[in-house]
């Protein structure tokens, strides 16, 4: 990714488009095989961002590892089926699905289910192209449950099957470097992190540029729109506007 902009300012200097203009901007660009990175803290609104995106594609899926995760009852994912098992029996017409093993007793039996869930549905949606894939929770996906590889693979061989990824992440420390270098958009929230900063710079980004901007967020739900091709301009975006 190229630098986010020639200058540096505090982020005000920047349009702040509504999200229904903005929402049908970045559609119109945005095609099959185009990933998307979502950075931000807990809280931050990462995940409202991405169902909001999620929620325009024909053929969707969400890997959710928190079984009680209070997307599965959120008016973003109404009308989306609940699936323990994968694959589906009929996505002819297009599918919205959230993907997570059936509630465990432990931490350890969670942990096992997803280890035998997730990679193998991951390889059928592979094989079977054409899908959008929300990674929830990519650090847990890559690190605790020994997805690394295949996640990679994912983002950087899935586009020839028109495949798209959204990559959300707490820290962009541990995650492979090859998921933010190979998506084509990027939704930055408020982060006063250095590490995450140097992380995010080593990918092709304006460090200067991103401490300034990331540290000088307005509020909550506000992301710093990055289309490193130059095509559409830094804005900021709030799903709340």
Known sequence: ????APTVGAGDDLARPRWGEFLRMFRARWEPGQHVFVYGENGSGKTD???RLLNTEPFAVAFITKPRDPIFTSPLTRGYKRLNAWPPRD????????????????MA???LAQRTLFPAALDNIYMDGGWTVLFDETLHMTQ????KQQVADFFYLGRSNNLTGLALSQRP???PTVVPQSCKYAFLARSRREEDIKVLAELGYSK?????????MRS????LFVDPSGKLPLMIVNTRR
Request: aromatic share 4%; no cysteine; hydrophobic share 45%.
């Open 173 to 175: 420390v541990g995650i």
């Open 144 to 147: 605790s449950l020994g997805m």
């Open 49 to 51: 961002l991405a169902f």
């Open 91 to 106: 996505v002819r017409k297009g599918m919205h699905a959230l993907l997570s093993p059936k509630p465990s007793k432990t």
């Open 220 to 223: 909550l739900h506000d992301f």
């Open 208 to 216: 200067r540029e991103l401490s300034v901007r990331l540290s000088n």
């Open 109 to 111: 039996e969670e942990r």
């Open 1 to 4: 990714m190229v630098n986010v």
